[in-house]
């Protein structure tokens, strides 16, 4: 798919030298995923640097990653999965970033940088930027009534224990069409590594998932939110910032319905979003400006509040709704934190046994 490309604005600096006028242009280029920015925020830079800025979207892993791959995209920075990572350094793609041009690095949270560690060695390259955490999503009143008062909402059971998805099974039950997030999590829940190396490990996790297919109305990673929000599910393997917006959704419909997101007691995946310098950069001092600019608590937070996603900035905290903050499913606890595994890129031959996998699980056959 076609990224979309925004212009956000223009700087021009006009100088004026022997009555000669002459003009010269600076600029950044981001390509982030598609409305994955408090919109206010490069227009905010662009006032305060003087630097103008253009905005490209994506909405999918592989298209950023091709690009990126082929070089001279003419973008600055762009907005990076933790797992997209290791291949993007292996060929080449980032430069390191120089810690003495982001001041504001010190901002950044030691916990969230340590769960990038394993993607980004010594966090050379990535400034972490947004995370979140992949599990359950539920309407709280009709998971009560179908699996009553103990309903265990708080473990991977409630969808992997075949007599409990059978059951929600008739309001609905989705998952996210993301096999790099839900095969590890079947992979977890069995007590196998979630990023395992051993083909067997992913027949078992083929096995756990076609034991619940027939009682998955459907894989998608954005529909969800409005269904979960109106009523036609009632439960899903989601993000949290889409559950925290089917939240919201509901709450300003005024539908009753009680929106509910909960981080399993087994363990999640943890996903971290981070900035990252091309190195063919074309405006390489611009980009780190913009990327300094972003690790500000007051920055930052405004995109936290616009997307419902825990932020990588530990000083921002204070910056946040409170709502969002207060939210321990945004902002899970220490105890929590400790029993999250970030996702790892598998090596090819594996990452197509992987696609089989999901495949026969997508199709149910």
């Not at 600029?27 to 905005?55: C, Q």
């Not at 560690?117 to 359950?136: F, V």
């Amino acid at each position: 798919m076609q990224s979309k490309s925004v212009k956000l604005g223009l700087a021009l600096l006009l100088g004026m030298m022997g009555g000669v006028a002459t003009a010269e242009t600076s600029s950044v280029h981001l390509y982030n995923w598609y409305d994955f920015i408090e919109p206010e925020t490069p227009r905010a830079f662009e006032k305060e640097s003087g630097v103008s800025m253009v905005l490209d979207t994506f909405d999918s892993i592989d298209v950023m990653q091709s690009k990126l791959m082929v070089g001279h995209t003419g973008y600055d920075v762009v907005v990076v999965s933790g797992d997209a990572l290791p291949n993007l350094i292996k060929a080449g793609v980032l430069a390191e970033l120089d810690r003495s041009q982001l001041p504001n690095w010190n901002h950044l949270d030691p916990e969230i940088l340590a769960k990038v560690h394993s993607n980004d060695p010594d966090n050379r390259y990535a400034a972490p930027y947004m995370w979140g955490t992949t599990g359950i999503g539920y309407d709280v009143d009709k998971v009560t009534q179908l699996l009553g008062p103990d309903a265990p909402v708080n473990s991977w059971d409630l969808i992997f224990k075949e007599e409990n998805i059978a059951r929600l099974g008739q309001c609905g039950v989705a998952m996210l069409d993301s096999p790099s997030e839900v095969i590890p999590i079947a992979l977890h829940y069995l007590g196998l590594p979630p990023n395992s190396k051993d083909p067997a490990d992913y027949r078992k996790a083929e096995e756990l998932l076609m034991k619940i297919r027939p009682h998955v109305r459907y894989f998608d990673s954005s529909k969800f939110i409005t269904d979960l929000a109106n009523g036609n599910i009632c439960a899903v393997v989601g993000w949290a910032g889409g559950v925290y917006d089917a939240q919201v959704n509901s709450e300003r419909a005024n539908n009753g319905r009680h929106i509910a997101y909960q981080i399993p007691r087994e363990g999640a995946p943890v996903w971290v979003e981070s900035f990252v310098l091309l190195k063919d950069a074309p405006h390489p001092k611009a980009a780190m400006d913009f990327i300094d600019y972003m690790l500000r608590p007051d920055v930052v937070a405004r995109s936290s509040n616009y997307l419902g996603y825990p932020n990588a900035n530990k000083d921002a905290t204070a910056h946040v709704e409170e709502k969002l903050r207060s939210n321990p499913g945004a902002y899970p606890s220490k105890e929590t934190m400790a029993t999250l595994f970030p996702l790892e890129p598998l090596p090819l031959k594996l990452e197509r046994v992987r696609t089989r996998v999901w495949s026969k699980v997508r199709s149910g056959t």
